[in-house]
């Protein structure tokens, strides 16, 4: 038994959360309390319908042109991408002064590196960052206060104000 100043995680589908109930044992799904402390209830609903929209899978990005390449990887769903799809990114001077990137995201523009679940609960556990370059979600921010915007309502969490992304 694990003392408890060591918290065991929870893990499924949908992610590895830290469990906060020192008795639970790992068995390939949340908790009751994890799963509560982790998600709303419709957010449960919802997955339960789509479970493909929320596995997460790596992605890469690349976008040529300006005088050089906008490229990184991330972890994504593959609902998060479709919302992504369509969407205008200001990277800002990302290439150097004066060179103000703006894009409207394409399919062509991201393609998926690894949608194998082992290998990637592999990597979590083992702590390996693959996680490089550019993440498009870190780039819709609140106008306001700076945090991330949700990317689905573009509402942000802090201010409670609502934008148009």
């Given at each position: 038994?694990?003392?408890?100043?060591?918290?065991?995680?929870?893990?499924?589908?949908?992610?590895?959360?830290?469990?906060?109930?020192?008795?639970?044992?790992?068995?390939?799904?949340?908790?009751?309390?994890?799963?509560?402390?982790?998600?709303?209830?419709?957010?449960?609903?919802?997955?339960?319908?789509?479970?493909?929209?929320?596995?997460?899978?790596?992605?890469?990005l690349e976008?040529?042109?300006?005088?050089?390449?906008?490229?990184?990887?991330?972890?994504?769903?593959?609902k998060e991408?479709?919302?992504?799809?369509?969407?205008?990114?200001?990277?800002?001077?990302?290439?150097?002064?004066?060179?103000?990137?703006?894009?409207?995201?394409?399919?062509?523009?991201?393609?998926?590196?690894?949608?194998?679940?082992?290998?990637?609960?592999?990597?979590?556990?083992?702590?390996?960052?693959?996680?490089?370059?550019?993440?498009?979600?870190?780039?819709?921010?609140?106008?306001?206060?700076?945090?991330?915007?949700?990317?689905?309502?573009?509402?942000?969490?802090?201010?409670?104000?609502?934008?148009?992304?």
């Amino acid at each position: 038994m694990k003392n408890n100043k060591e918290k065991e995680s929870c893990t499924s589908m949908y992610g590895t959360y830290e469990c906060h109930d020192p008795m639970h044992k790992d068995k390939g799904d949340f908790c009751a309390h994890c799963l509560f402390e982790n998600f709303t209830w419709e957010q449960y609903l919802e997955k339960q319908k789509n479970p493909r929209d929320y596995i997460r899978k790596l992605y890469k990005l690349e976008i040529s042109g300006w005088g050089g390449d906008i490229t990184g990887m991330f972890y994504a769903t593959e609902k998060e991408i479709r919302n992504l799809i369509g969407k205008e990114i200001n990277f800002g001077e990302v290439l150097g002064r004066f060179s103000e990137i703006k894009v409207i995201i394409k399919n062509e523009h991201i393609n998926v590196v690894s949608e194998d679940q082992e290998f990637l609960d592999q990597v979590q556990k083992k702590k390996i960052k693959l996680e490089i370059g550019y993440n498009p979600f870190e780039y819709f921010r609140c106008s306001r206060c700076g945090e991330k915007l949700d990317l689905e309502t573009g509402e942000c969490k802090k201010c409670k104000i609502k934008e148009e992304i």
